[in-house]
């Protein structure tokens, strides 16, 4: 069983820009990758706002019953959270690396637009071997 459902990547202004499923069942369409992460942005900036804590960056991780939902936010306001299974460890590692990967293969790809979807080969490329490598990882433990 796959340790990692899918993996999502917003913009600044919370629009979805990049989306992968990795799950083996029942796979979301569209316009429910969509209205998750517009939900998922909503709430992270609510709950900066909300926070006691000054300085609080937001909602980290989301645990539910049949799924954990981890949160890494760059500087520059891009979320990328992945869906896993619950009780999933060490995924802010997984998900600094897929931010380095963003950096690395579509931030300096010169035909790539800021804020547009990801359309990137290499990027998609080094992706799958880091989720297979986390996932080799994750039935090792």
């Given at each position: 069983?796959?340790?990692?459902?899918?993996?999502?990547?917003?913009?600044?202004?919370?629009?979805?820009?990049?989306?992968?499923?990795?799950?083996?069942?029942?796979?979301?369409?569209?316009?429910?990758?969509?209205?998750?992460?517009?939900?998922?942005?909503?709430?992270?900036?609510?709950?900066?706002?909300?926070?006691?804590?000054?300085?609080c960056s937001g909602i980290e991780l989301?645990?539910?019953?049949?799924?954990?939902?981890?949160?890494?936010?760059?500087?520059?306001?891009?979320?990328?959270?992945?869906?896993?299974?619950?009780?999933?460890?060490?995924?802010?590692?997984?998900?600094?690396?897929?931010?380095?990967?963003?950096?690395?293969?579509?931030?300096?790809?010169?035909?790539?637009?800021?804020?547009?979807?990801?359309?990137?080969?290499?990027?998609?490329?080094?992706?799958?071997?880091?989720?297979?490598?986390?996932?080799?990882?994750?039935?090792?433990?």
């Amino acid at each position: 069983m796959a340790a990692i459902y899918s993996l999502y990547i917003i913009n600044k202004s919370g629009g979805l820009i990049f989306y992968k499923d990795y799950g083996l069942a029942g796979r979301m369409d569209t316009n429910d990758s969509l209205r998750l992460a517009s939900l998922w942005h909503s709430m992270h900036a609510i709950s900066q706002q909300l926070s006691p804590i000054s300085g609080c960056s937001g909602i980290e991780l989301l645990e539910a019953d049949t799924f954990d939902l981890h949160c890494f936010q760059s500087l520059t306001g891009t979320k990328f959270f992945v869906v896993s299974e619950p009780g999933t460890q060490h995924m802010e590692h997984l998900l600094k690396h897929i931010y380095e990967l963003y950096t690395d293969y579509v931030l300096k790809n010169p035909f790539y637009e800021m804020e547009m979807p990801i359309r990137c080969e290499l990027f998609d490329i080094y992706l799958s071997q880091a989720i297979q490598k986390d996932r080799v990882a994750y039935l090792g433990r």
